[in-house]
């Protein structure tokens, strides 16, 4: 459909807005694990690299989205074994959701069993700075997992709207927003030992639901993302405790 009549027809706001909004909720995760990857840099750096990692992810959704005849066949089998068959896409969800658990599993023992290094004020005043995760590293692990998080992206889009100018609309507009919220999400996640190990263990169970679908058991994602809203409200609530306690024993 020519663009001019795509633009004056109502279903087409609907359309983007309902997927521009989906795009955002598909893009949570993508965020966590940018803001944990850029965690591990030098403080000054942090904000610099979020904002490389968020650009990186538009262009994966964008090459995805003009790619979308291989993206086609990656649903085509590729071998089967006991019975259980296996595409490209499986193949590539079951990577990406190995390597997530891996990292994820990996950081979390970094922040519980050695958190100064996670505490940018507390290593500049006990000494010199140990070596931190350099570019190259970044890039290569935001684009892998990008890549990951961006076909379930994708797909979800394409089985919505059957218009690239749509979707490529909506994945622009959601990392828009992703990019303002990234620098205030990233702060808080950084400043929080709590709710970063809180994040880390959302990204365990998302790196476990793309394992599972890669096997043909694909489980909603609302699940998850239910259960953290619930867990992260808990938390915040036990720090407003925390908070009002100390403010009282000061006063005390």
């Known amino acids: 459909m020519p663009l001019g009549e795509l633009l004056v027809q109502p279903e087409t706001y609907v359309s ?9 909720v598909l893009g949570i995760d993508n965020i966590v694990f940018i803001t944990i990857l850029a965690g591990a840099m ?26 979308l005849s291989w993206i086609m066949r990656l649903h085509q089998t590729l071998f089967v074994v006991f019975g259980e068959d296996f595409s490209g896409k499986d193949i590539i969800l ?10 994820a599993a990996h950081e979390i023992y970094e922040n519980v069993e050695r958190p ?18 350099a570019w190259a590293s970044f890039i290569a692990q ?56 809180l994040a880390l ?21 609302g699940y ?5 809203a619930f867990s992260l409200s808990i938390q915040l609530l036990n720090m407003r405790m925390q908070s009002r306690a100390q403010r009282i024993a000061r006063r005390g």
């Open 16 to 24: 983007l807005l309902t997927l521009t909004a989906l795009e955002i």
């Open 42 to 67: 030098l403080e000054r750096k942090q904000r610099r690299a979020r904002r490389i990692g968020i650009a990186v992810a538009l262009l994966s959704r964008l090459a995805l989205l003009f790619t």
């Open 94 to 103: 079951i990577g990406g959701g190995l390597f997530l658990m891996a990292k």
């Open 116 to 133: 100064l290094e996670h505490q940018a004020h507390a290593i500049q005043k006990s000494g010199p700075v140990p070596p931190r995760m």
């Open 142 to 197: 935001v684009v892998m997992l990008d890549v990951v998080f961006s076909l379930d992206s994708v797909i979800t889009a394409v089985g919505m709207v059957n218009n690239i100018w749509i979707m490529s609309t909506a994945v622009i507009l959601a990392v828009i927003v992703m990019l303002i919220f990234a620098g205030p999400v990233g702060d808080f996640v950084q400043n929080h030992a709590s709710i970063r190990v």
């Open 201 to 221: 263990a959302f990204l365990v169970l998302i790196g476990l639901l793309l394992v599972a679908d890669g096997f043909g058991r694909h489980v909603p994602k």
């Open 224 to 228: 998850i993302y239910f259960a953290m």
